[in-house]
């Protein structure tokens, strides 16, 4: 089983930057295929960003592209989300998620979930 907690998100000005980190348990980390999502009041949940269990490669979703960046340190046992150039509809509650199944934008493909943090971008 893996466990993941989350920190570092909280209040920031549009245009401002946020890293989300989200520490794993256990040395199974690196097994796993990792991604963030995010979920705004009252829309679904949405894909931001995930990577391959090595880091080899990153794919993003189109509203965030270009502006945050997903990274792993798996000797830390933690996954990072870098986010610039922050906008207002940023605004949600970001999860960390891992995942068996490489390359899916779909949360059913995560088996294991954070807690979730709030970002809030203010304009």
């Known amino acids: 089983q893996v466990q993941l907690v989350e920190s570092g998100g909280g209040l920031v000005q549009a245009g401002g930057s946020v890293r989300l980190s989200c520490a794993a348990s256990?040395?199974?980390?690196?097994?796993?295929?990792m991604g963030w999502f995010r979920q705004a009041p009252g829309k679904e949940r949405e894909f931001v960003a995930g990577i391959w269990w090595d880091g080899g490669s990153t794919y993003y979703g189109d509203s965030v592209k270009g502006r945050f960046t997903i990274s792993r340190d798996n000797a830390k046992n933690t996954l990072y989300l870098q986010m610039n150039l922050l906008k207002p509809e940023d605004t949600a509650v970001y999860y960390c998620a891992a995942s068996r199944v490489g390359g899916s934008s779909f949360s059913s493909a995560y088996e294991y979930w954070g807690q979730g943090t709030q970002v809030t971008v203010s304009s």
């Open positions: 256990g040395r199974t980390f690196s097994n796993y295929h």
